[in-house]
């Protein structure tokens, strides 16, 4: 078995004894939901509008509710220590980190998602598949920043809180253009989406690849 | 020395700059005597992007180097970049509230450059809560490297962004209606402000370099 | 309880297990190593004495490729650990205080997912005969959380002997462990070294150290201080001068 399966299936592993990543994550972006609901109470074409802006400030925060706890289990009893003696490049665990906290963010929306859609009565007709393709491509782009900086600020006095502080100023780019091309989506014009979308591929290739480039420098002493 | 003369450079070239702007440039016809802030506003972001472009070159030399001399240049470029984006920023407020009458707006320009501030602090940010300097300097290193690459592509999103929700627009064009005058004063006030850019990071560099010493000299005192 | 097997590790041709020239490693000011040099030949069972904070943990780290020097050369097996740490870390096994295994698996799915990770895909009849062997067969479905320190670094050792080791980092092995638990690992070590397998031990205990080395150093303050043989009559007391009464310099 490639050692990308193993530390994917491992995760998942862990995370099946634990059961709190993923469930934290969906009730934080249901918690944020709520309360945006609360707080701006739109009706009618206000919540078209305010939906997109909504929705991925839930995700992001349930994201980085995820990559926090995700990043615990490999700290926990230095564990990280055992991945870095394997004979494997620093690259690959931080591709296989990607892709974990990529699916098991994916598993949150799963749920996130659709009860958004519900509790806000959001109209999308055959555009379904559009939304998912975003949620989907977004989430990789969170996951892969996420991985990174959350190995950073691991290593800060700060911890948990200095991941948010670094991670929204750098995935500004993805975020405005996941929320244009979701109100594209609700909207009936879709010019643009195309642009949108390609931000967003090329946001998730660019850092994939100077993360995996640069993870060495950040688990080495 | 060589900081003496870039500093006495600098004084003459903001003197320079401040008759450019107040004496030698035309008076803007529909803003007025407020339009003379352009010069320093549009200045002051140039600087500001040159300070992050100083921290993503330095950045990538010391984590191939690891030598601690890049990471320094990195850290004091940082700082100085907040000065400038903090000019940058602030000179967009003066400027809008009187024209526009409103202190800020979301457009393109304006947002890019709150970002670049917000990017500057975290990366300082993040240096001031890792206690072992080689491997604070790595990770700002690498928080440097990812935050500069991410200008570009913020640049490209804000723009896009903002061509599909309009709003009102500070600036105009940065060339719309520049006089051959004024193109002069801005090349004036832009080469002044580089020379403090210069000579400030000199500066910095130098407290920094005694500051380290200082700490070095402390810890063996305390280790005997 | 056998964790080797009979037959010679295949490394290369090199005499020396590692060879460490002028290591260095500063952590801002503090000069952890200050230039450390030694070598190890194959086969041998080195221990390297030291107080806390001697710079034991950190030379070792290094030799692990774990942390990188920041001057001097280290060699495994001959080659440079800057030029292929990937080819060496096949080679070496390395074990510190914490125990690194995942405390929510069980010693069975540790062993399973690390020997996928080091890529020598030990079936799990493999497995469990190698659980069985450390002793741990009734625990082997129990996450790791609840054991013992002592059952916990079996688990420990038995992910740093999955691939095979032909050089064994052990940082402070015996730090926590009850008399049984000090039996299993000496016996466990004695086999390694029957298997022609070196062994690098760091500790500050002078009679589990001496016991069954063949080579001592005492490291103090960042440099080697001492080296003999371990029948060497001077060893005790260069023992007592550098770690137990302390070097003034």
């Known amino acids: 078995m490639r050692p990308l399966a193993a530390l994917i299936l491992k995760d998942i592993a862990v995370e099946m004894r634990r059961r709190e990543s993923v469930i934290s994550m969906m009730m934080f972006g249901l918690l944020v939901t709520v309360i945006f609901s609360f707080a701006f109470e739109p009706s009618g074409a206000e919540r078209d509008l305010i939906a997109p802006g909504m929705l991925w400030v839930a995700l992001t925060f349930a994201g980085v509710i995820g990559l926090n706890r995700s990043l615990a289990i490999d700290l926990d009893n230095d564990c990280l220590q055992g991945l870095l003696l394997a004979p494997v490049s620093r690259g690959s665990l931080y591709v296989g980190k990607v892709a974990s906290n990529f699916l098991f963010m994916l598993i949150a929306e799963l749920v996130i998602v659709p009860l958004f859609i519900i509790f806000n009565d959001l109209r999308l007709g055959g555009d379904l598949l559009w939304l998912i393709l975003i949620v989907v491509l977004g989430t990789f782009g969170f996951a892969a920043v996420g991985t990174i900086l959350s190995a950073i600020s691991a290593n800060t006095r700060m911890r948990e809180v200095m991941l948010p502080m670094l991670q929204i100023p750098l995935t500004l780019p993805m975020i405005i253009a996941a929320v244009a091309a979701t109100s594209l989506i609700l909207g009936e014009d879709k010019e643009g989406f195309g642009s949108w979308m390609n931000l967003i591929i090329g946001f998730d290739i660019i850092f994939l690849i100077v993360s995996y480039l640069v993870f060495e420098y950040v688990v080495e002493e | 020395m060589a900081n003496r003369t870039i500093g006495v450079a600098s004084l003459l070239g903001m003197l320079t700059a401040l008759w450019a702007v107040f004496v030698y440039a035309p008076t803007e016809a529909t803003m007025g005597i407020v339009q003379r802030i352009f010069y320093f506003h549009v200045s002051a972001a140039l600087m500001g992007f040159f300070a992050f472009f100083v921290v993503f070159v330095s950045s990538i030399a010391f984590l191939l180097k690891r030598d601690l001399a890049w990471d320094r240049i990195a850290r004091c470029s940082a700082e100085i970049g907040v000065l400038f984006a903090s000019i940058n920023l602030a000179t967009g407020i003066l400027w809008a509230k009187p024209i526009w009458g409103i202190w800020w707006t979301w457009d393109a320009r304006l947002t890019l450059q709150l970002l670049l501030w917000i990017l500057f602090v975290s990366y300082i940010m993040l240096g001031a809560y890792i206690a072992e300097p080689m491997k604070r300097a790595a990770l700002q290193a690498v928080f440097g490297i990812l935050a500069f690459i991410d200008v570009p592509i913020n640049f490209m999103a804000i723009r896009w962004w903002r061509t599909q929700h309009p709003s009102p627009v500070i600036l105009g064009g940065e060339g719309s209606g520049l006089d051959i005058d004024m193109y002069i004063a801005l090349i004036i006030t832009m080469a002044a402000f580089m020379l403090l850019y210069t000579y400030l990071l000199g500066h910095r560099l130098a407290v920094e370099r005694t500051q380290e010493e200082v700490e070095y000299f402390e810890q063996l005192v305390h280790s005997q | ?249």
């Open chain 3, 1 to 249: 309880m056998e964790l080797s097997r009979d037959s010679e590790p295949a490394v290369g041709p090199a005499a020396y297990a590692m060879e460490a020239e002028g290591i260095t490693k500063s952590y801002g000011h503090l000069r952890a190593l200050r230039g450390v040099s030694f070598q190890v030949p194959k086969g041998e069972f080195v221990t390297l004495f030291g107080k806390n904070g001697a710079g034991k943990t950190t030379f070792l780290k290094i030799a692990a490729t774990l942390a990188r020097p920041s001057g001097g050369r280290l060699r495994i097996h001959g080659v440079d650990i800057q030029d292929e740490p990937e080819r060496i870390r096949r080679q070496i096994g390395f074990l510190s205080h914490s125990t690194s295994v995942y405390r929510d698996l069980t010693p069975l799915e540790n062993l399973r997912f690390f020997s996928r990770l080091y890529g020598v895909g030990h079936t799990d009849e493999h497995i469990n005969a190698l659980i069985e062997r450390i002793g741990l067969g009734r625990r082997k479905n129990d996450p790791v959380r609840a054991f013992s320190r002592g059952l916990h670094q079996r688990v420990g050792l038995a992910r740093v002997m999955l691939h095979d080791p032909a050089l064994l980092l052990l940082d402070e092995p015996y730090t926590g462990l009850d008399a049984s638990a000090v039996e299993i690992l000496n016996r466990m070590l004695d086999e390694v070294v029957a298997g022609g397998r070196t062994v690098i031990l760091t500790t500050h205990d002078l009679e589990l150290g001496l016991r069954a080395s063949t080579k001592i150093h005492i490291i103090d303050r960042g440099k080697i201080v001492y080296s003999a043989a371990r029948s060497d009559p001077g060893v005790r007391e260069a023992y007592a001068r550098h770690i137990r009464v302390g070097a003034t310099k």
